[in-house]
């Protein structure tokens, strides 16, 4: 069982920046960042695999870019250029599997969840 703990979120206004980060307790080959805002379903953000290819949603292209650091299964995601739309539940997804890039915004996939952090942002 892998166990991830994100942390980062907060509020900013619309322009700002936050990073957010998720630790994993174990050792996973697929990650990715998850947002559901209030009364919308949840939506895959970025995700990134282990070759280090990255994939984002339409509406964060240009603004966040997903990292992450292999040594201590942290998974990042910078966030600039906020918009009031980017207000959500921010979650961490991971899977021991080896998932190409193209498929990592695809829920299916995950085996784990984070418990999420919430990124609020203000016009």
């Known amino acids: 069982q892998v166990q991830l703990v994100e942390s980062g979120g907060g509020s900013v206004q619309a322009g700002g920046s936050l990073k957010v980060s998720c630790a994993a307790s174990?050792?996973?080959?697929?990650m990715g960042w998850f947002r559901q805002a209030p009364g919308k379903e949840r939506e895959g953000v970025a995700g990134?695999?282990?070759?280090?290819?990255?994939i984002y949603a339409d509406s964060v292209k240009g603004r966040f870019t997903v990292s992450q650091e292999n040594a201590k299964n942290t998974l990042y995601l910078q966030m600039n250029s906020l918009k009031p739309e980017d207000t959500a539940m921010y979650y961490c997804?991971?899977?021991?599997?080896?998932?190409?890039?193209?498929?990592?915004?695809?829920?299916?996939?995950?085996?784990?969840w984070g418990q999420g952090t919430q990124v609020t942002v203000s016009s």
């Open positions: 174990g050792n996973v080959n697929s």
């Open positions: 997804a991971a899977a021991r599997a080896k998932w190409e890039w193209p498929f990592l915004l695809r829920e299916g996939i995950y085996t784990y």
């Open positions: 990134i695999d282990s070759g280090g290819n990255t």
